[in-house]
């Protein structure tokens, strides 16, 4: 597929894994990232020397407007239009609901939820005027069941399965698909704080027995970006070994 995808959070973990998948099947690929600028760049300069014009390291707090204006000006100049929008980047965090402060409120909201609205609304435009396009969003298994000590993610990424199924409908006019990944438990740096007990007790829980990994989720991604999946818009694709049905 010859098409410009952007990945947000595509320094490490599923994004990092889906921008691969993209790039393999032929994409020009935008890897956003915030802080791991070591990672997004030996990542990008290594595709891009494979197939020059083929892969841009862009960073941008995906939270702030003008960082994300800033970052379509570069991609565009690259590698062109975005044609696919993969809004990956997330944070997560496990905390009792009583202690949750207000700040752990506002940056889970400002991360996992403004920033994807932030996102589709800057890079809709071309896809508008041309009548084409997908957007994938990631929730989470959480978002779908809520989890215990995880009340604020477990909302914002509730707030992501909302947000597709709405503007699924309001793009399908334009021809524009959005649709939503919810993933169970995947193995990457975001479930590095969650002790041994906690993730055994989670297999425990999976049907299929195994913790998932980031290609996993690479794939589910690639599928409702590929014309597979032309007639499917406003669902959530839920792999997660079977752990919520
Ligand atoms: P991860 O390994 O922690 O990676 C998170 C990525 O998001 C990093 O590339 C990080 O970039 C980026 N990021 C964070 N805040 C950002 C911001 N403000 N602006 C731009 N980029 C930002 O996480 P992951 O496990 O791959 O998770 C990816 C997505 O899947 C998230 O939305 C997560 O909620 C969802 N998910 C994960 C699991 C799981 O079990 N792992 C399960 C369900 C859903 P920097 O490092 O550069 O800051």
């Not at 000590?149 to 699924?168: P, Q």
């Amino acid at each position: 597929m010859n098409k410009t995808v952007l990945i947000t959070g595509a320094s490490r973990g599923i994004g990092r894994e889906t921008a691969l998948k993209f790039w393999r099947e032929g994409c020009r690929v935008a890897l956003n990232y915030r802080n791991s600028r070591q990672q997004a760049e030996e990542l990008a300069s290594e595709l891009d020397c494979l197939r020059p014009g083929s892969a841009l390291a862009v960073c941008a707090d995906i939270s702030d407007k003008k960082q994300v204006e800033e970052m379509r000006r570069q991609i565009e100049t690259a590698l062109g239009e975005v044609e696919i929008l993969v809004n990956n980047a997330g944070i997560a965090q496990q905390k009792l609901f009583t202690d949750i402060t207000e700040e752990d409120w506002d940056r889970m909201f400002a991360v996992d939820v403004k920033g994807m609205f932030l996102c589709s609304q800057v890079f809709l435009p071309p896809m508008i005027r041309k009548q084409s396009g997908k957007i994938i969003n990631i929730s989470s298994m959480w978002g779908q069941v809520g989890a215990s000590c995880e009340v604020h993610y477990s909302a914002a990424k509730g707030a992501v399965i909302a947000f597709t199924k709405a503007l699924a409908q309001e793009l399908g006019p334009s021809r524009i698909q959005v649709n939503c990944v919810a993933p169970g438990l995947i193995a990457t740096e975001m479930n590095g704080a969650l002790p041994p007990e906690a993730i055994e007790a989670l297999v425990e829980e999976t049907p299929l027995g195994v913790v998932g990994q980031p290609a996993d989720i690479a794939e589910a991604v690639w599928f409702l970006a590929s014309p597979a999946s032309d007639f499917i818009t406003g669902q959530v694709l839920a792999p997660n070994g079977g752990m919520v049905l």
